[in-house]
């Protein structure tokens, strides 16, 4: 496998307009972003309609769309790529939201410890709106939570991409979960529509 400098090269090649290298660094990425996809969808409803090879796709057509993006690192790639799937599944489940109202109640998690019970397509805009309000507050702290959560980066992982230490990485984390929980908990999800 490529290191993250080969990658982050051939991102580069590819942003400058060399087709080579994306058909070089597809392969390498395709995997990774699965994976992503799959730990987005894990969190979904059983029976979603999105299927990881969708999701993937879905967010790659975007990812190539871009114009004038650059991708600092290969970690950086992924965490825009986290991004566009968690807006991919907050799209659907407001179309489906619109389509149909009710239906069962699932349990949104981040960690465990933060499991929330209230109907998926709630959920996930409940998520989306939590993390965009955490963002506006504590851009850092949002940015750990989609490194951790949505790209399944480890906290030393997360602490290079972001260019500090374990320890805020990890105090980070504890902030958002906390802050997380109390919101989704306190709001059940009735501010998202």
Known sequence: MASDENVTELLAQWRLG??????????IVYDE??????AHLRREPAGHVLQTTALVHE???RLVGLE??????????FAVAARFMRRILVDFARRQRSEKRGGGVTLVGLDDAMAVGMPPDMAIL???EALDELATMDPRSCR????RF????????????????????ERDWTIAKAWLRQHLSADGGRSAG
């Open 68 to 77: 004038r993006m650059t991708f600092d690192s290969r970690t950086h790639f």
């Open 144 to 147: 750990v939570v989609e490194l």
């Open 18 to 27: 060399d087709e080579a290298a994306l058909s070089q660094v597809l392969p």
């Open 150 to 169: 949505f790209v399944g980066l480890t906290t030393e992982e997360t602490a290079t991409a972001l260019n500090v230490s374990h320890a805020t990485v």
């Open 33 to 38: 972003l699965r994976r992503v996809a799959h």
């Open 126 to 128: 409940a998520l989306n």
């Open 59 to 61: 967010a790659y057509v």
